[in-house]
């Protein structure tokens, strides 16, 4: 699978010497470099199910297994809107614009060195996906939000259209002050499997940081030169871009999870008839109340109405395993009283989530770093599941496989995966050409820190399985199983690792339902 985003054969990344030397210091001082899978288990020891019930006998039998990426950031580099590009119209005469650029652009949130290459790093990252898809056949592919920067329309377009495996319009002639622009693709390959979405603060706020109807976006829209107003992305123009994408009926719900969707941005679906995803939405920043914009400054917020809607969806599920996936952790909530009656704050989404023996993770991004969470009380426990972001070092993805050990228990096993390098082009007259992207991300500050602890990238996370669950599991099983021996009559015996690889695919267990 060639693209533009790989190198070709013989080509050599030219290396900076600071980045050399980063690599050296951090080779010797950290061993995440040294691959290691750490066992995990939620209360610290060996996780055990007394629970006859909860015992199918299927030892390593597969449930599911899916890739998750997040915070891609694809960038409108040099767009008028942008925080580091942002002229202030103080006079008639644009020579007497005050271009804050200059200033904005130290900060390192605002711009990142590679930010013209988003594009080809996020197609890279897919064609890495696809070759694991083609050797192990994943269920289906989750990106847990900011799969824009700006908040712009035309980025997340961009994002989605290269999922699609179409070429993305290119943005119009921005360029920043160092005279670059985002590159664009000519033949994406796009992802081979279903996939779906969370929005992120990124998607749906200005710079991920301003609503972008509030008091920072009114100032944005009406005294910012040279840039349009409406390019700014709001929560319907964000579920009309999932919903209108060309493999929109490739999904269940259809449109990436959001087309018809009568809520603010939230569904579910099921990938197997165990398995129960819960996809929220912690960027919906509007009064649950008012509908008037909020400020929470990046951070996530959970209403009422959805979390409401949350717990019938868990309440209705309790015969599967429920995986929730958004974009913040609750860890990344906007503060609030534990007694809010409009938001919902960390401690008490995590305490009601404990009372449900069935729940056991929730994947998320947002910080850019890779951390996981055992979170535990009444008996019971689930997996906060952070995985680092796209845009930033060190550019991986994570791949989750969830497996029924046999004996009441089951393991959630996480690995980061690496995409093919991604070189400079020679439109790009700030680096050499041909040196490797990865290195100037490295070059951002606090790179490393992204990479995590060693136990919190690959890891195998141990969990009890209920006997609702479990019985579910069986019932899919055996018909799996008669399924496979009445269209292969010859066949009279079949171990359960076998069984496994057949439902694992396409079997006729296979169902695909959805809450929107």
Excluded at 219 to 237: F, Q
Excluded at 258 to 279: A, D, E, L, Q, R
Excluded at 468 to 489: G, L, Q, R
Aim: aromatic share 10%; proline share 3%.
């Amino acid at each position: 699978m060639k693209s533009c985003t790989r190198a070709d054969n013989g080509q050599k990344s030219k290396v900076f010497n600071v980045c050399f030397l980063t690599f050296l210091l951090f080779f010797f001082t950290n061993t995440t470099l040294i691959a290691k899978t750490y066992d995990r288990h939620l209360n610290g020891s060996y996780t055990q199910n007394s629970d006859s019930k909860a015992k199918t006998g299927l030892n390593e039998y597969e449930l599911t297994d899916f890739s998750q990426t997040t915070d891609v950031h694809i960038t409108d580099v040099g767009n008028p809107l942008r925080f580091e590009a942002l002229k202030i119209l103080v006079s008639k005469d644009p020579l007497k614009y005050w271009d804050l650029g200059i200033v904005l652009k130290i900060i390192p949130a605002v711009s990142r060195k590679a930010g013209i290459y988003t594009g080809w790093i996020w197609e890279s990252v897919i064609q890495s996906i696809n070759d694991v898809h083609l050797e192990e056949n994943l269920d289906f592919h989750i990106s847990t939000g900011d799969h824009g920067d700006t908040g712009l329309t035309q980025e997340l377009e961009w994002f989605v259209d290269i999922a699609d495996g179409v070429k993305p319009e290119n943005f119009e002639n921005h360029t920043d002050t160092d005279g670059v622009s985002t590159l664009g693709l000519d033949k994406p390959e796009g992802l081979m499997m279903p996939w779906y979405a969370n929005i992120g603060n990124h998607d749906s706020e200005y710079m991920g940081s301003f609503n972008s109807e509030g008091f920072m976006g009114f100032l944005v829209k009406k005294i910012a030169y040279g840039g349009d107003p409406a390019a700014l992305n709001d929560i319907n123009g964000i579920i009309n871009t999932y919903a209108s994408s060309t493999t929109a009926e490739t999904t269940s719900p259809a449109g990436h999870g959001f087309s018809g969707m009568k809520t603010h941005g939230y569904y579910s679906f099921n990938p197997k008839p165990y398995i129960h995803v819960i996809s929220l939405n912690t960027s919906y920043f509007y009064g649950e109340k008012t509908g008037l914009p909020l400020e929470t400054f990046a951070q996530g917020v959970l209403d009422m109405n959805q979390y409401n809607w949350l717990i019938k969806e868990l309440e209705n599920n309790q015969d599967k395993l429920c995986i929730l996936t958004s974009h913040h952790s609750p860890h990344s909530f906007f503060p609030v009283l534990d007694s809010s009656k409009y938001y919902i704050s960390t401690n008490r989404i995590k305490d009601r989530l404990l009372k449900y023996s069935n729940v056991i993770a929730w994947i998320d991004g947002h910080t850019h770093t890779n951390k996981i969470r055992a979170e535990t009380g009444n008996g019971n426990g689930y997996w906060d599941i952070t995985t680092s972001g796209i845009a930033d070092y060190p550019q991986e993805w994570r791949r989750i496989t969830v497996t029924d050990n046999g004996n009441g228990t089951g393991v959630l096993s996480c690995r980061m995966i690496s995409h093919d390098d991604v070189f400079t082009s020679s439109d790009d007259k700030r680096y050499s050409k041909g040196t490797n992207v990865l290195n100037l991300a490295l070059l951002e500050i606090a790179a490393l820190i992204h990479i995590g602890n060693p136990e919190d990238r690959d890891a195998n996370l141990y969990f009890k399985i209920p006997a609702k669950v479990a019985a579910n599991i069986k019932e899919c099983y055996k018909k799996a199983v008669e399924d496979k021996t009445s269209t292969t009559p010859e066949t009279t015996q079949e171990t359960p690792a076998e069984a496994s690889d057949s439902s694992s695919g396409g079997s006729n267990c296979f169902i695909s339902s959805a809450a929107v």
